[in-house]
């Protein structure tokens, strides 16, 4: 069954601003949340898809990638299972500062950019592709943790186990960093040898990643989750996958359209005729009409590129080039010879028409400079 559209989920317009996406979220979230709902697992879990819809919508980056590709551009975990939006974080500005109820987002670890090359074959096709790349990751002595095997971290005495402090001024309270654990709540009195305490250490990561068919140089996919490790075991950072399509001998390619420039000799022009052109899975033939001039554009429909949303697929537009015989002999030069000699004896036929045309031109701009 097909997801949803996150637009719809929330009941917006594809081009809602921030406060929109935020008031939208607020009154389903509340309509639908499982504290107002006890034991509706409907309500469960349609609490969860507009949660889901928000966590997309309301990031920028997240947005764009959808606006481009829908949800394929997070079938390789790019949603990922650890939400950055909360209930309590929208709701947080209307009750958490005057009850104290606001809760600090956890730290995470870096978000990593990595460029990926793909040949255009690969880029059309899609393909599960091996990547190595160096990263933090979670200190195996220590789990992670920090501390030295056998031993755990201990609570904070400061703000008990919070990582913050709160001051009161009247009928407001104020949240800060709690300075001596610096927002972790824990402290580590014997830090793992290993890692030296942070809980994370560098190391080579191998993914496999599945790459959707049809994606172009700049496009991304985020695999949550797959960043750097945080320190002292909070939550990994994302890995962007950026694509780069290397330049390809026979094809350049414009969104889903391929262009072919093809070859032909003067006599196919002239004639007309058949010709094997190459596509990305083969070649097929191509129908050369008489007197075919040079730079025609010829599309053949469906043998592009398939859209990475939709079912579209673009066309092939091979582009003919009438090639200049070379290295004549003189059996071959005479032949052209009386062959020109021809033309110019024909006097009812236009063999000629874009020259005729442009010398046409030259004449009159000349006569109208002399009057």
Do not use: W
Request: one cysteine or more.
């Amino acid at each position: 069954m097909a997801e949803q559209d996150y637009y719809d989920t929330l009941g917006v317009p594809h081009n809602a601003d921030e406060d929109t996406l935020k008031k939208a979220y607020k009154r389903l979230a509340m309509k639908y949340h499982p504290d107002r709902n006890q034991g509706d697992k409907g309500a469960e879990a349609r609490f969860k898809e507009i949660k889901k819809a928000y966590e997309i919508l309301s990031d920028s980056e997240k947005r764009a990638a959808y606006d481009r590709h829908g949800h394929a551009a997070f079938e390789n975990g790019g949603m990922g299972q650890q939400g950055t939006t909360d209930f309590n974080e929208v709701f947080g500005e209307m009750f958490g500062d005057i009850f104290g109820g606001g809760r600090q987002s956890s730290p995470r670890g870096s978000d990593l950019l990595h460029t990926l090359e793909l040949s255009l074959e690969e880029a059309v096709r899609g393909l599960t592709k091996e990547l190595k790349f160096p990263t933090l990751v979670a200190c195996e002595t220590c789990s992670g943790s920090g501390a030295k095997a056998g031993t755990t971290p201990s609570s904070c005495s400061t703000c008990r186990g919070t990582g913050q402090i709160q001051m009161r001024q009247g009928f407001f309270a104020v949240q800060q960093t709690c300075p001596k654990c610096r927002g972790r709540g824990k402290i580590i009195s014997d830090p793992c040898s290993s890692c030296r305490g942070r809980g994370c250490q560098e190391k080579t990561k191998t993914l496999s990643v599945k790459i959707p068919a049809g994606v172009d140089t700049g496009d991304r996919i985020r695999l949550s989750g797959e960043g750097e490790a945080g320190a002292f075991g909070t939550p990994a950072g994302d890995l962007y996958i950026e694509f780069k399509v290397k330049p390809h001998p026979l094809f350049q390619r414009q969104e889903n359209n391929l262009y072919c420039e093809v070859p032909v000799s003067f006599t196919l022009a002239a004639l007309g005729g058949k010709i094997e052109v190459p596509i990305l899975n083969g070649r097929v033939n191509l129908t050369i009409p008489p007197e075919t001039q040079s730079g025609k554009l010829f599309r053949l429909s469906g043998k592009g590129v398939k859209a990475i949303r939709g079912r579209a697929v673009g066309d092939l537009l091979c582009r003919v080039m009438v090639e200049t015989p070379v290295k004549l002999n003189e059996h071959q030069k005479r032949l052209l010879t009386e062959l020109e000699e021809s033309f110019h004896q024909d006097h009812n036929q236009q063999h000629s028409p874009r020259s005729r045309k442009f010398f046409a031109g030259i004449k009159k701009f000349f006569e109208d400079l002399t009057q």
